[in-house]
Structures are given as C-alpha cells and as structure tokens.
C-alpha cells in the first residue's frame, strides 16, 4: 500500500515551458486535491476533485488545469510556466465524501523551479 | 486574505519544554480543526484534530485547546524531544475535513 504518490520529485522548467505533475493513490479514495506549499504562506489549495469526474477551483487556481483520469489519478498542468510558481506541489487525498471528518493523506511533494 | 492566522513563525525549545503554538480564525462557521506535522522532505501528516464541541482534547504528549469564544486553538507538546523538530501547520475546514484552510506555519526546533 504506498498511500499517495507523486511525479516527479524535483522539476527544474524554463519559463514557458508546460508540465504536467502526476498524483496517484491506492487507498480507494474519493477526493483528491492539490496544493502549493511557499515560505509563510502555509499550504494552499489549487484545484480539488471531489469525486471521479469533477473538478472546482481552489484559491490559487491561475495558471493551472487539472484532470481527474481515474479514481486513482489526478494531475496538474502547468500550461506556461512562470517564476511565481516555483513552489512545492503536494497531492493529497481523502476517503468519504461531503461532510466526512477523515484525514487527507498527503504525497511526498514535487519541487518545482520555474527559471 | 488569511483565514486561520498562525504564530509564531519561528521557536525554539529546550528539550523538555512545552511549545505551544497558537492559530486564530475569523470564520465561525469552521466546525474542525486539525493539526499537521511535516519532516523536512515529507508531506504533511495528521497530528491530531478537534471539534468545538470540546475544549481539550489530549493525545499522548499533544494537546489542542480550544477556546470557541476567543476564536483560538493551540497545539502544546508535553515533554518535547529532538524528533518533534518540524514545521507545524493548523487548519480549519467546515462541514468536514474536505477543504482545509491552513495557517502559515510554524518551524519549530527541540534541541537537546
């Protein structure tokens, strides 16, 4: 059971150059998220997927799209990146839907520098 | 605009010591609260969280106090070792954990 995981671990992309960042979990879990982690900024949401299928914009959508392939994957893209999102990614994910208090369970993080 | 407001950036204890941390929301309607540890080159993973049905909720040598009138949690660690060295994230979400608001983060040092 490896839980969430993530690829790559480390990107480094030249300013406009597109990517996609790969999340996939084997807990059978119904939402999956994405987030991006800066210094005293605390961890804030990108996208999120609340079920195979859909899809809703978090706080910091500009910039990026999202596709949830299957219950089990969900990626980012970054179409043209840019200095300001050099950042860490982390997927997470979590079992239950709407109005379920489990835990989200997070990947190791993909570190992203945009030059 | 920050949601949940978390201080300090930064401390640093004593091995032994009490660290506390402390996070303050605006939203009443939050009704979870939870706390996330995370190692250097790891993600986040759950600590432990609280509702605001209950004041204290204690697990093993980390508590949450919470103090629904004042609009404040607290995370302290009792007797705290080098291995607690990490950086620290509250959260609030409402009607479950699904979307989770995080505060800033705290990095916290146990030296020995």
């Known amino acids: 059971n490896a839980g969430v995981t993530q690829t790559p671990k480390f990107q480094v992309l030249k300013t406009g150059q597109s990517m996609t960042l790969q999340c996939a979990q084997d807990?059978?879990?119904?939402?999956m998220y994405w987030y991006r982690q800066d210094p005293g900024m605390g961890l804030r949401l990108i996208y999120y997927?609340?079920?195979?299928?859909?899809?809703d914009k978090g706080e910091v959508p500009n910039g990026y799209n999202v596709s949830r392939l299957n219950k089990r994957e969900f990626s980012l893209r970054l179409e043209s990146a840019a200095p300001s999102q050099t950042s860490v990614y982390f997927c997470?994910?979590?079992?239950?839907?709407?109005?379920?208090?489990?835990?989200?369970?997070f990947g190791p993080g993909t570190r992203l520098t945009v030059l | 605009q920050q949601q949940v407001k978390q201080s300090p950036q930064s401390l640093i204890v004593q091995k032994g010591g009490i660290p506390i941390i402390n996070c303050a929301y605006e939203?009443?309607?939050?009704?979870?609260f939870p706390w996330y540890q995370q190692f250097p080159g790891k993600g986040p993973a759950l600590l432990i969280a609280?509702?605001?049905?209950?004041s204290e909720k204690k697990e093993g040598r980390f508590t949450i106090s919470f103090n629904k009138s004042a609009k404040q949690f607290s995370l302290h660690i009792m007797d705290s070792q080098p291995g607690d060295s990490a950086t620290y994230f509250c959260?609030?979400?409402?009607?479950?954990?699904?979307?989770?608001?995080f505060g800033q983060g705290t990095r916290l040092t146990i030296n020995p």
């Open positions: 997470a994910s979590i079992r239950g839907g709407s109005g379920s208090y489990n835990e989200q369970f």
């Open positions: 807990m059978n879990h119904n939402s």
């Open positions: 997927s609340a079920s195979e299928g859909t899809t």
């Open positions: 939203n009443t309607a939050f009704d979870y």
């Open positions: 609280i509702r605001p049905d209950v």
């Open positions: 959260a609030a979400s409402i009607g479950g954990a699904q979307k989770l608001v």
